[in-house]
């Protein structure tokens, strides 16, 4: 089964510390997203990376950062927590647009509180 | 860009009715469309996707799609509901990486079956 693991399932953190949000895929997929998750908002598309060293913006970069130092490992760099940042995170991983069996897969979420 | 749009937020329906949840996209080019399930307290699950080929499209739990590049929608429906199919639905599309290569989400459908 392919698997998509975050690091954590529910985190508390204080405004202004540096949060680390860790994602590892299994599958050998090029492509990995982070996305934040609010009710009535959707999946909103904090950055995705389509091969190790390379990441583009998604639809709300601010505030954020990224990692991608090996092909299974995303890292979300939150550089300076703040309460408005309170959120479910959600780390996704596919094969390329190119694959006939592209799709993503997604972590369990990481639930995410700033105090 | 690419982008999403999920025409209701929430759709109450009674057990053993039809639905139909609806989802229009914007694109200047070909992209992949697809529908994925959230069940409460749960990550994303797959339900169907439309990659290329018949515009009907089959998924798990007698999900069906229909693809109409004229309207461009994407709307997902299912003859009969049950109470087990409460859940959020995201609609989805990504296209190919010159053309952005973004995994860009609905705001979402709720779907509350009632007995």
């Known amino acids: 089964d392919v698997k998509v693991t975050q690091s954590s399932r529910y985190l508390v953190k204080r405004t202004g510390e540096k949060v680390f949000l860790e994602c590892v895929q299994d599958m050998d997929h090029e492509n990995m997203f982070w996305y934040r998750q609010d009710p009535g908002l959707g999946l909103r598309l904090i950055y995705f990376s389509y091969d190790v060293k390379m990441k583009e913006k998604g639809d709300i970069p601010e505030g954020y950062s990224v990692s991608r130092e090996k092909k299974e490992r995303f890292s979300l760099i939150l550089e300076s927590a703040s309460t408005n940042q309170t959120s479910m995170y959600l780390c996704?991983?596919?094969?390329?647009?190119?694959?006939?069996?592209?799709?993503?897969?997604f972590g369990q979420g990481t639930r995410l509180t700033v105090v | 860009a690419q982008s999403v749009t999920q025409l209701d937020s929430q759709v109450p329906v009674f057990e053993e009715a039809p639905v139909e949840l609806r989802c229009n996209y914007s694109?200047?080019?070909?992209?992949?469309l697809f529908w994925y399930v959230q069940y409460p307290n749960q990550g994303l699950q797959l339900l169907l996707k439309?990659?290329?080929?018949?515009?009907l499209v089959k998924g798990i739990n007698g999900f069906e799609a229909e693809f109409n590049k004229s309207q461009t929608s994407f709307h997902l429906r299912k003859p009969s509901v049950h109470i087990s199919d409460t859940a959020e639905y995201f609609c989805a599309v990504i296209a190919p990486y010159n053309q952005g290569g973004k995994l860009i989400f609905g705001q979402g459908t709720e779907l509350s079956v009632k007995p």
């Open positions: 439309y990659l290329s080929g018949s515009t």
């Open positions: 996704a991983s596919s094969p390329p647009y190119s694959s006939l069996n592209t799709e993503a897969f």
């Open positions: 694109s200047s080019v070909s992209v992949y």
